[in-house]
């Protein structure tokens, strides 16, 4: 089986625009990925992830000085959102009924 996996990775939840990055890059692939890759049967799993930008390198054990936001070890999980998960819809399906957000999805180690 042929497919894509496109992980998409934010540090702030809104774009420039304030839109939220969920809400943007959902829209892009409705309106660029698919249509990009309709009729070729491929599968695709789109993912945004949110980092929080709230981790951190620290420069030394007592200094109180970090390369980041907050210590390493401070660093919040990443939010994973869903875009699309399936087969690319036929060209003549359009880009409406087969993908929703499916949701946040808990990160996990491969």
Do not use: C, K
């Not at 009729?39 to 980041?68: I, K, M, N």
């Not at 999980?77 to 949701?103: C, K, M, R, Y």
């Amino acid at each position: 089986m042929n497919g894509f996996d496109a992980v998409l990775r934010v540090s702030d939840p809104l774009t420039w625009g304030d839109v939220p990055w969920r809400v943007e890059a959902h829209g892009r692939v409705r309106t660029h990925v698919l249509p990009a890759l309709a009729g070729t049967g491929a599968y695709l799993r789109a993912l945004l992830v949110h980092t929080q930008e709230q981790g951190g390198l620290a420069l030394g054990p007592d200094s109180g000085s970090h390369l980041g936001f907050n210590p390493l070890g401070e660093a919040a999980a990443p939010i994973v959102t869903i875009l699309f998960d399936g087969q690319v819809p036929a060209a003549s399906e359009g880009s409406g009924s087969s993908a929703e957000i499916l949701g946040v999805a808990t990160p996990r180690a491969r």
